[in-house]
């Protein structure tokens, strides 16, 4: 049995470790429940916009021919942007992430499709960069409360290569945020564009029974409204990540808490334990010289 005193040192280690994951429990907190109003400020935006465009597209019967919208099935290059975190902490987040931008890239090279692979967050740059994977861009400046001005830069960027016929496709892996009890990690298809889509990546129903007066035409309402919609969709996918990022880190660190409580009070009975034998033995040594010496 350990001694006391290495006893009592370890629970004074495991008490301080258990202050500071309670510290960061309390922060992720704080910092998700302001990441959710900002996620859920932007979201009738984005599906109101989604609905527009469906309602739109519905208006021309399909004769509109939009670049953001022609796909190429013959390309034999894609783009997927996969969003990881800054930090650890946050338990199988990362992984769930990762895990399903790798099947993604596994059945793209299964149709012989290269897949340019926009990293953001240094967890998930510094694991391809372990797998030796090559990555087009390294994305680090996004803040911990991503901005619509540091998203569109990159959203212009997909859209422009999009548009040159570059590449044919482009996906999006990353954290969905469902409620606080669920996220679910997705790879959606952000181009080519489809006028039934939603902020989501899934089917819009379309408003068709809605009767609009259009100025000017939807073909043209289109063409400011499609890019738009792009760029609103990739920042939802940043605050989606954000929100799931905080509810896990959050999870993480109640768990790592409430561990670290299991764990002292085991070694507090050990050292219960350990001093009641110590104890013990010194009577006993007591005892024995007395007797000796009677």
Known sequence: MAKPRIIVKRRKSVRNIRKITRTMQLIATARFQAAYNRAMATKPYTERLAGLVADLSGAVQG?????????????????????????????????????????????AEGRSVETDVYMVGKKGINYFRFLRREMRERITDISDSPRFNQVEPIANGLMDRFTRGEVGA???????????????????????????????????????????????????????????????RLFQCFTDATVSEQVSRMVAMKAATDAAAEMITALTRQYNRARQTQITMELLDIVGGANALA
Do not use: W
């Open 63 to 107: 004769e509109i021919s939009h670049p953001l919208m022609r796909a190429n099935p013959e390309a034999k290059r894609a783009a997927l942007v996969v969003i990881t975190t800054k930090r650890g902490l946050c338990g199988g987040y990362n992984t769930n992430v990762l895990c399903h931008a790798l099947a993604h890239l596994k059945e």
């Open 170 to 232: 482009v996906h999006v892996a990353y954290m969905r945020f469902l409620s606080t009890a669920r996220q679910a990690a997705e790879v959606i298809q952000l181009l080519p564009l489809s006028g039934e889509t939603k902020a989501d990546g899934g089917a819009s129903k379309s408003r068709h029974d809605v009767q609009y007066e259009f100025s000017p035409d939807p073909k043209e309402l289109l063409a400011e409204l499609l890019p738009a919609t792009v760029r609103i």
